[in-house]
């Protein structure tokens, strides 16, 4: 059920009558595939079997497709060339950028040069890759890539004005990340030349810049959070302002490249998505009256955010209904477009998340889900409280949301309670909440679970006595430091997770390389910090069981990460698990790979606190 029911959805997009988005398929070893929904309403598969929309672009990839005249431009997730399908005929996609080390991603059409526009990584051996706004020639005969804008380390969101006269882009320095310090900058296009370079916004370094966009009277319009929270500003006759102030955020971390909150409607209004106390809204913005008319609906989570035909479409889920593609029109009127989640669950059997904030380190407010043990058949003991799972995210700058989680429905199930943390550092709640964790991660984090149980126990919620904590990535970085430097949790699972900070910084891609200049300190200035906070060089307070789930082509957390860790509690006779897999990198995909790690994983607690297995 985990890895049927929930295909992933995003990256949506519209062209002409038709509209495009991405469907991740576990099934199908994690292929990713492009949908069409035609003007006449029929949904269908755009891609030959052999192909899949994946870029590696940071790693993380992104928006790795677009539309443009009835001809899709992907790129192919094998040999990260970009092809080209002709969508009015039954031929093959055929490559049309040139073989060699190049990875693209956010890619747009320039239909007055003949071109494609994206962002470029070419990898060299040996070095650092080198990233640029690159120009495609969409001659297949004689593939050609021109830089047409160099000079920082990264970039993101090329766009080209509606006359097609001027061009936008983001881009910003090691050793800022692009939720810390971006740039925005615009450009006059003069056939493969820019010129009349001007920047925009980001000047004193004091602000992320997120989805510049044009707007149909060509108006430049981007998200900023100079005033702390991620609001809709624009440029108008040289001057910026702002659009509508909240304390919420329209923006998410650009972890991914093309991600997109909000859309026009017209010259007038903006279709938009925003996150305020982890709960995602949508609604209209009125530019003239700067008014907002929110939308009252059940989702809680919404992404990938296009408008087409006057109508609002994004994807959404909500806490019993998995994600899926929906639209609201002008009046707020809801349309389920494609819902391709069967789940064969009653209702009855899904934990509803409930939303907390609790009082952690130095009185500050932080936030989860609590989803309390929910089983349609089965019913624990009154004097029995239940084991709590604790689950803190990956980025770590990065948040939860109550959209419906099958695998957390997996432990809730099972008899398992489940706290979902967004610690200090999580977005979503201002740019002073995201840098709660400058200089402090391993410790802001760490406390935020210990206050989280802590509350949760007071209530009368969980067993405190019978705790576990688990997490991905860097929320994998938590549990390790949570479990050998404080004594709340009996228990840990590590998801491709961070023993050895050093290691971390030293041994990892371009994109997160001076990702910890900000979270621990600079490298290898405060070295001392690293080895303070790295578990692996602290294993003697590691005194806990705990399982590592690891995939061996991960370049993002590589496996000696987790083997040196293995091997330190392996030598002082602490029970672990070590369980890998050969085919999967940063993350599992692959549906029999996603069953294999969640079934080891409850037979590891099954182990651990001598449970019953009653499901």
């Known amino acids: 059920m985990i890895t049927r029911a929930a295909p992933g959805l995003n990256h949506l997009q519209s062209s002409g009558d038709a509209l495009f988005w991405v469907e991740s398929r576990p099934w199908e070893a994690g292929r990713n595939v492009i949908m069409c929904q035609t003007p006449d309403g029929v949904i269908k598969d755009l891609l030959p079997a052999r192909f899949s929309c994946n870029s590696k672009v940071h790693e993380y990839g992104g928006m790795a497709y677009t539309v443009a005249n009835q001809k899709l431009y992907f790129v192919n997730a094998l040999d990260q060339r970009i092809y080209q399908l002709d969508l009015g005929s039954s031929t093959s996609p055929s490559p049309i950028s040139p073989e060699g080390a190049f990875h693209f991603a956010d890619i747009i059409v320039d239909t007055t040069n003949q071109r494609l526009i994206a962002v470029c990584e070419h990898h060299l051996d040996g070095q650092e890759p080198n990233n640029y706004i690159a120009g495609i020639a969409l001659d297949q005969k004689h593939p050609e890539i021109d830089a047409l804008v160099t000079g920082s380390d990264f970039y993101a969101y090329p766009r080209l004005s509606p006359d097609n006269s001027t061009i936008c882009w983001i881009e910003w320095q090691h050793p800022n990340m692009p939720w810390d310090n971006t740039q925005l900058w615009q450009a006059s296009v003069s056939g493969n030349n820019l010129t009349n370079r001007c920047l925009v916004a980001g000047e004193n370094q004091d602000e992320a810049i997120f989805q510049p966009q044009w707007s149909p009277d060509n108006l430049l319009y981007f998200v900023s959070d100079s005033d702390n929270w991620w609001n809709i500003c624009r440029l108008s006759e040289g001057h910026r302002e702002t659009v509508l102030l909240m304390d919420a955020e329209f923006a998410t971390p650009l972890w991914q490249l093309g991600a997109s909150t909000y859309h026009f409607i017209d010259n007038q209004t903006i279709g938009c998505t925003w996150t305020k106390s982890g709960v995602w809204s949508a609604g209209f913005i009125d530019i003239p009256t700067q008014t907002l008319g929110k939308i009252d609906s059940h989702y809680s989570s919404m992404h990938s955010i296009c408008t087409h035909h006057g109508h609002l479409f994004m994807m959404a889920g909500a806490p019993r209904l998995s994600t899926e593609l929906i639209s609201f029109s002008t009046d707020k009127q809801l349309t389920r477009v494609y819902a391709p989640a069967s789940l064969p669950v009653n209702v009855r059997e899904l934990s509803t998340p409930e939303s907390v904030l609790f009082p952690s380190a130095d009185n500050q407010r932080v936030h989860a889900f609590f989803y309390p043990p929910t089983n349609a058949h089965f019913r624990g003991s009154d004097q029995e409280l239940p084991l709590v799972i604790a689950i803190c995210h990956g980025g770590p700058t990065g948040a939860t949301n109550s ?202 607690y099954q182990e651990v606190f001598n449970l019953v297995e009653t499901i």
């Open 403 to 604: 959209s419906l989680n099958l695998k957390i429905q997996y432990w809730t199930n099972r008899g398992f309670a489940v706290v979902d943390i967004n610690y200090r550092g999580s977005t979503g709640f201002g740019r002073h909440y995201r840098q709660g964790l400058a200089g402090a991660w391993g410790l802001a984090d760490v406390e935020d679970t210990q206050y989280a149980i802590g509350h949760l126990a007071s209530l009368g919620r969980i067993d405190s006595e019978r705790c576990i904590i688990r997490g991905g990535s860097a929320g994998g970085y938590t549990v390790l430091s949570a479990l050998t430097f404080t004594d709340t949790f009996r228990a840990g699972a590590s998801l491709y997770g961070i023993g050895d900070l050093e290691t971390l910084a030293t041994d990892t891609h371009k994109f997160e390389s001076r990702y910890l200049d900000s979270l621990i300190g600079p490298y290898p200035e405060r070295k001392d910090i690293y080895i303070e906070r790295s578990p692996i060089h602290h294993i003697e307070g590691l005194n806990c069981p705990v399982i590592f789930l690891q995939g061996l082509q991960d370049k993002v957390v590589p496996p000696n990460q987790a083997e040196m860790m293995v091997d330190s509690l392996q030598s002082k006779g602490i029970k672990v698990a070590y369980v890998t897999f050969d085919d999967e990198g940063h993350g599992f995909r692959k549906a029999n790979n996603i069953i294999r790690a969640m079934e080891a994983e409850l037979t590891f």
